[in-house]
T-cell receptor
Framework: AQSVTQPDIHITVSEGASLELRCNYS??????LFWYVQSPGQGLQLLLK??????LVQGIKGFEAEFKRSQSSFNLRKPSVHWSDAAEYFC?????????????FGAGTRLAVHP | NAGVTQTPKFQVLKTGQSMTLQCAQD?????MSWYRQDPGMGLRLIHY???????DQGEVPNGYNVSRSTTEDFPLRLLSAAPSQTSVYFC???????????FGPGTRLTVL
């Protein structure tokens, strides 16, 4: 069955430090991969997506992610974290079924940023 | 454009009551979905629609009904609310099957 695992429930970093959020997926075909961010009390906003091509994808707010097929991973990175990055981050895999790209989400990683 | 809107923002129901969560989008998107978000479980797909008049079940459809009479609207109905349906509900839309899904702000539902 398809699944997404985000091993870290909570992560705390200092402002200005680098960040890596881990995501592993299980899907038999070529995956469509997404990272979304959710600020408190808000809906989800897309940070970046991978469909094909270059395995290093750039997103909004200075985030990037690297698709590694051999490791079934799609880790999110940012070189220098800002206090405004404190939020919950969700990795998702799109599973095409019945003409619709159903998203399967990980449980999320909550990021706290210390000044 | 307002994007994806959801009403109400908050709702408290008693067990057995019925209600409809409203979702509307003004982007002329064909694809719309309902998700529920529970602590430690991410978002799970309840129902989805690939166009007006076409709906299908997602991962957790039991206890919920949907219909899609127009491109803009995709209401979610709870026929007989249960405490297990206490959750935050998100509606999303996308222009194609593969494109980014745009999410609404959510409805926080509590069933007593």
């Amino acid at each position: 069955a398809q699944s997404v695992t985000q091993p870290d429930i909570h992560i705390t970093v200092s402002e200005g430090a680098s960040l890596e959020l881990r995501c592993n997926y299980s899907y038999g075909a070529t995956p469509y991969l997404f990272w979304y961010v959710q600020s408190p009390g808000q809906g989800l906003q897309l940070l970046l997506k991978y469909f094909s091509g270059d395995t290093l994808v750039q997103g909004i707010k200075g985030f990037e992610a690297e698709f590694k097929r051999s490791q079934s991973s799609f880790n999110l990175r940012k070189p220098s974290v800002h206090w405004s990055d404190a939020a919950e981050y969700f990795c998702a895999v799109g599973t095409l079924s019945g003409g619709y790209n159903k998203l399967i989400f990980g449980a999320g990683t909550r990021l706290a940023v210390h000044p | 454009n307002a994007g994806v809107t959801q009403t109400p923002k908050f709702q408290v129901l008693k067990t057995g009551q019925s209600m409809t969560l409203q979702c509307a989008q003004d982007m002329n998107h064909e694809y719309m979905s309902w998700y529920r978000q529970d602590p430690g479980m991410g978002l799970r797909l309840i129902h989805y629609s690939v166009g007006a008049g076409i709906t299908d079940q997602g991962e957790v459809p039991n206890g919920y009904n949907v219909s899609r009479s127009t491109t803009e609207d995709f209401p979610l109905r709870l026929l007989s609310a249960a405490p297990s349906q206490t959750s935050v509900y998100f509606c999303a839309s996308s222009s194609t099957s593969y494109n980014e899904q745009f999410f609404g702000p959510g409805t926080r539902l509590t069933v007593l």
